[in-house]
């Protein structure tokens, strides 16, 4: 049995990974949203109001559709799929987003900032910032805001300032380095959303309770419809929030397999790929210790996914430490598996999903075919392809996937 | 043990006058350029040398010092390079050096070994941005035994009750970021600083510099008033972007220097 209690320790440890390595600067806010989050979270009235919103406005609960088609043509396991896809916005991102703009509206800050990879981050960031009429600023890398315009778009109508981050290789970790150089500099009124489970503590515990609502819902949904748990999870990873949101309420049910999906790119050399299970080492970024991709001095290495909201360099640390412990298993997707995945689930369920979902449904494709008709799966279809669409045509209609 | 920073700071403080300490990223533009900059700054009156050690993901600096580290980074600049130029330094220069970086280089070369490295490579205190004393004070991993001063930062935000906490492990000197943000120029010096400076004292008996956007003599002073010690960093970063092609790099910058030193050396008689 895990302690799931002790998921993070005091300090934010999970075992040797997390922790705060952050500049003095952020220390005392960092402190302050920890203090914060320990009042909200045993507060009813912070409860009711985030489940109230978390359902009329958002949209919870999110089904669990049982691919009926996908399963006969695998011609395995019992397939589900965990649409929070049709969440307001898009994507599982907006859980946290509500929980923690509450959050700000308790500690009384005035401006709102966020990173985005993908956009849906950022997205969900600018909604909820829109809802609650406070100043919104989102950074983003300038690759990305190209290869994720749509949602770029989406922000602005918003209402929020998109500022264009081209340090690096103008991803997510640029993202990511300029938001917390705006915190530091504006600590006393701005709240920073951070939108993945990594970074300093509190954050990777934040957003994963922010997140838990997706398998406390899956948990109840399966055991109605097939009265039994599933034998198999599977969601993908970039930073981990919507993995360790599905996975966290089965992490003590022995029988329930976990697989997170990482982004294998172009394949698993240098500079080519997001897995930091695969190629990465123990290390320290943006906050946390964990897995990454740095080279043997120490300089983070060049990540490439297909997908802006996988491709970055780090993994969040309770990842790393229940991949210790064995209890959830790691595997990738190349672009190329994604791209096909993404295909393959829109022409036969109707479904167009996220560039990143399609990670998890790429490793769905290989697993599925391979279990029994008597077992089965939970995928998390994390986000909706509609940002993806541009992107992907671009790609697929130039010949398909090589 | 005897530390150059120890013996410098406390060598000015007995005559009555601050310190300059000057921030440079090693490496930037070359490492033998950094060799040149440490023993011009010497002869310009600089009393400690803050050498950056260039990572990819500066997080708590400004843009100035983001191109410096990237440039280093070309340059070829490794943990093990920096460490190298440092013992040639030694081998004519006497100059008090600490060494400011982040974690991961740190922890990819080896916590312990380098703090071993640097000390044998002659350096006398380390910086660590991201290492809050919150971490290093309960992992036997981060709590080596070493000669090294071990910098602890301070910041405007940080409230009394945690002054105590971070003042406990710290050694050589206590820096004070005098503004909330990043590394890089400021137009005016912070008002509340006088106060903040008075409030630490409360807790430590540490020498106390005062960096974070200050570039010119009349800052310098203005700080020096209260600190000290002032920590010049972006403004010197800034004239040796400009100036980093040409032969007489090193003459450029000890030029931009040596009014900075004049004016902290100054600093106690301008109160």
């Known amino acids: 049995m895990i302690d799931l209690a002790a998921l993070p320790d005091q300090r934010g440890h999970f075992g040797p990974y997390g922790g705060m390595f952050v500049p003095e600067t952020l220390m005392t806010a960092l402190n302050e949203l920890s203090a914060e989050y320990e009042r909200a979270r045993r507060d009813p009235a912070f409860q009711q109001e985030l489940a109230a919103i978390l359902k009329d406005f958002a949209g919870r609960p999110t089904p669990l559709y049982f691919a009926q088609r996908l399963t006969e043509q695998l011609g395995g396991a019992k397939i589900y799929l965990k649409r929070e896809d049709l969440l307001h916005t898009g994507a599982h991102k907006i859980n946290n987003a509500l929980g923690q703009i509450l959050l700000a509206r308790r500690m009384g800050k005035t401006r709102i900032i966020a990173e985005t990879g993908a956009g849906q981050h950022g997205v969900a960031t600018a909604t909820v910032a829109a809802r609650a009429g406070l100043e919104c600023v989102i950074y983003m890398g300038a690759v990305d805001m190209e290869r994720q315009a749509l949602n770029v778009a989406r922000m602005r109508f918003l209402g929020a300032k998109v500022v264009a981050v081209t340090a690096g290789q103008a991803t997510l970790k640029e993202a990511i380095n300029e938001a917390m150089r705006d915190w530091v500099t504006n600590v006393r009124h701005t709240h920073y959303i951070l939108g993945s489970a990594l970074g300093s503590h509190p954050y990777p515990m934040i957003v994963r309770d922010f997140h838990r609502i997706i398998g406390d819902e899956a948990r109840a949904q399966i055991l109605e419809r097939e009265h039994r748990l599933p034998d198999l999870l599977v969601a993908c990873v970039g930073g981990g929030s919507n993995a360790i949101g599905l996975f966290w309420p089965f992490l003590n049910d022995e029988g329930v397999e976990m697989i997170g999906v990482e982004a294998g790119g172009r394949g698993i050399q240098d500079g080519d790929h997001a897995a930091r299970f695969q190629g990465g080492k123990l290390g320290v970024l943006q906050g946390t210790k964990t897995y990454l991709l740095a080279n043997n001095d120490g300089q983070i290495q060049l990540t490439h996914s297909v997908s802006a909201g996988l491709d970055y360099a780090a993994i969040g640390p309770e990842h790393a430490y229940l991949r210790d412990l064995g209890r959830i298993g790691y595997d990738f997707a190349t672009d190329d598996e994604a791209l096909e995945a993404f295909q393959r689930l829109s022409q036969v369920e109707g479904i167009i999903p996220a560039l990143e979902s399609s990670h998890a449904i790429a490793y769905l494709l290989k697993r599925a075919p391979k279990m029994q008709p008597s077992q089965v799966i939970v995928v998390n279809l994390s986000g909706r392809g509609d940002k993806d669409v541009a992107q992907a045509a671009e790609i697929l209609l130039k010949g398909g996937p090589r | ?271």
Request: glycine letters at 8%; charged letters at 20%; proline letters at 6%.
């Open chain 2, 1 to 271: 043990m005897a530390n150059r920073i120890d013996e410098q700071l406390a060598r000015l403080l007995k005559k009555g006058q601050k310190a300059l300490i000057a921030y440079i990223a090693a490496g930037d533009p070359t490492l033998d350029a950094t060799r040149a900059l440490a023993i011009a700054f010497e002869k310009a009156g600089v009393d400690v040398l803050e050498l950056g050690v260039p990572f990819s993901d500066p997080l708590a600096d400004g843009i100035v010092n983001q191109m410096a580290a990237a440039r280093a980074l070309e340059s070829g600049t490794t943990v093990a390079g920096v460490l190298e130029c440092v013992r040639q330094i030694r081998r004519e220069s006497q100059l008090p050096i600490v060494l400011y970086t982040y974690m991961n280089p740190v922890y990819q070369y080896g916590f312990e070994r380098f703090h071993a490295d640097a000390a044998a490579a002659g350096v006398d205190g380390l910086l660590l941005l991201d290492l809050p004393p919150d971490e290093d004070q309960h992992s036997a991993e981060f709590s080596v035994q070493s000669p090294l001063r071990r910098i602890r930062l301070i910041a405007p935000t940080t409230p009394p009750e945690r002054i105590a906490h971070l003042t406990k492990g710290a050694s050589g000197f206590l820096y004070y970021v005098s503004r909330e943000g990043v590394t890089g120029e400021r137009s005016d010096v912070a008002e509340s600083l006088a106060e903040r400076v008075a409030l630490i004292r409360q807790h430590s008996t540490l020498p106390i510099a005062v960096g974070f956007g200050i570039s010119t003599p009349e800052q310098v002073r203005a700080v020096a008033a209260h600190a000290d010690a002032v920590v010049v960093g972006s403004a010197i970063v800034k004239r040796i972007a400009e100036h980093g092609a040409e032969p007489d790099l090193a003459e450029k910058v000890a030029a931009l220097v040596a009014p900075l030193a004049a004016a902290a050396h100054a600093g106690a008689q301008a109160q």
